[in-house]
């Protein structure tokens, strides 16, 4: 992955001001993204503990009889114990295995129920501590001022990456949701075949976006707050803090070409007195084209 120096922020032209005037930028619990196919504060997994369970038993019987024992982790207990019962020949069908497993797991459903319900607190600690900010590569995509900078009327703000925005990772674009966890991978977990994601992949579950937003070219810097440094109480709307960077941060200034000329007056003002190292843009559309085109103020 190429890292990136420097990265641009898209906003209206009132909170863009705000970032001005306080020196200070924005991190917010990804509940507040609003993004309608991340993984929710509380998820909805679409399957639980029994489902699970006859899954898993399905899958086992199915294992013991098919023709050739599919690969896996040898030391797993049930996979070890398949490949047993398979030398052996021990059931005549699979209506017996099946039979026999259920005796053999009946305490498997309330292990799932206490595990599914431990992933669920554990995701949702992380959403409310987790403390976002977003960003993009580029200075130049359309949808990013049509969306995030008041169409063309707001700004985008070149931020390095060595200080306050140390250490962004760039957004994966896919065509498949997120998902906290599937019904295969529980089913391959128990199974054997493949152990199943740990909470030590839940946070990259929150750099995942549609492959429709590709153009955006997102990047997002996550810090993982403890408790006590969270300022904030239970009401969701709150789960943000302004933190603050240095001038030194803030590289470029680009002002969209609907801006409206007092507006544009303040915000030139308002970067020359407290930015003064900061070049300042002007956008402007470039030839008959969809594209645009950057001067020097």
């Not at 898993?56 to 199915?62: E, G, I, V, Y």
């Not at 292990?111 to 554990?122: E, G, H």
């Not at 991978?185 to 937003?213: M, N, R, V």
């Not at 003064?276 to 470039?286: E, V």
Request: aromatic share 10%; charged share 25%.
């Amino acid at each position: 992955m190429v890292d990136q120096d420097t990265l641009i922020k898209y906003v209206g032209s009132d909170v863009a001001t705000k970032i001005l005037d306080s020196g200070t930028l924005r991190w917010s619990s990804p509940v507040l993204f609003d993004e309608p196919w991340s993984i929710k504060l509380d998820p909805q997994l679409g399957f639980d503990h029994f489902t699970i369970n006859k899954a898993m038993l399905k899958a086992a019987t199915s294992m013991i009889f098919t023709r050739e024992m599919p690969k896996g982790n040898a030391a797993h207990p049930l996979f070890k114990a398949i490949r047993r019962w398979r030398s052996e020949e021990r059931f005549r069908d699979e209506a017996e295995a099946f039979e026999a497993l259920s005796e053999l797991l009946v305490a498997t459903p309330e292990a799932l129920r206490v595990k599914l319900l431990q992933m669920l607190k554990t995701w949702q600690s992380l959403i409310e501590t987790a403390r976002v900010i977003c960003f993009s590569e580029t200075h130049k995509d359309l949808q990013c001022w049509r969306l995030y900078a008041q169409n063309h009327r707001g700004v985008a703000l070149r931020f390095s990456c060595d200080g306050v925005l140390r250490n962004p990772v760039a957004v994966e674009y896919s065509k498949i949701r997120p998902k906290l966890t599937t019904l295969k991978e529980q089913i391959d977990d128990l199974t054997g075949i493949k152990a199943a994601p740990g909470p030590d992949t839940y946070a990259s579950k929150l750099f995942i976006k549609s492959h429709t937003d590709a153009s955006e070219k997102e990047w997002r810097c996550l810090r993982q707050m403890q408790e006590g440094e969270l300022d904030c109480g239970e009401d969701v709307e709150d789960w943000y803090q302004d933190d603050p960077f240095a001038a030194s941060e803030l590289k470029a200034i680009y002002l969209g070409f609907m801006m409206p000329e007092d507006t544009r007056a303040n915000i030139i003002a308002l970067a020359t007195r407290n930015y003064p190292k900061a070049t300042i843009y002007q956008c402007q559309p470039m030839g008959d084209g969809y594209e645009l085109g950057f001067q020097r103020v």
